[in-house]
Each structure stands twice: as C-alpha cells, then as structure tokens.
C-alpha cells in the first residue's frame, strides 16, 4: 500500500506531463502550418492537413489519458494512509 505522498509526487509528474504534452501538440501544429503554407501541390497540402489532425487527436488522446490517471492518483490519495 502506498502513502499520500506517494500519490501526491504522482499527480505533480502527471501534471507536468501533461503540460509537456501540450507544448508538443502546439509545436506540431505549428510545424504542421508552415507545411501546408509552403505545399507546393493541394495533394502536399491535403496530406499535411490529415497528418496535422492525426497527430493532434494523437495528443488529445494521450493528454485524455494521463488525466483520467491523475484523476485515478487523486482517489487512491483519498484511500491511503497517512
């Protein structure tokens, strides 16, 4: 069985995570930007406007998931003892 503090230091790296998690998604975004505004064909263009969507519901799926963990952390906190 683990202690609070354990889960509290949990939380915290799960946090910081997800806020590296959302820097990368606006990093991707704006690199998938500069592809499609420098696309030479609407076929480059099209494509890199798929990937940018694939890649950014990658990222909401991967931020989703670590706050359902830290949500999980969060009630195993609230069960453990001191």
């Known amino acids: 069985m ?3 503090a354990y889960y509290q230091k949990q939380i915290i ?3 910081a995570r997800v806020a ?5 998604m606006k ?3 704006e690199s998938y ?3 499609i505004k420098s696309a030479s064909s ?3 263009k099209a494509n890199f406007r798929k990937n940018k969507i694939d890649r950014q519901e990658s990222h909401k799926r991967t931020i989703e998931s670590l706050q359902r963990q830290i949500a999980q952390a969060q ?3 609230t069960r453990a003892p001191k």
């Open 2 to 4: 683990s202690t609070k």
């Open 13 to 15: 790296d799960l946090r």
């Open 20 to 24: 590296r998690e959302r820097e990368a």
């Open 27 to 29: 990093r991707d975004n």
């Open 33 to 35: 930007a500069r592809q």
């Open 42 to 44: 609407p076929t480059m």
């Open 75 to 77: 009630l195993n906190k």
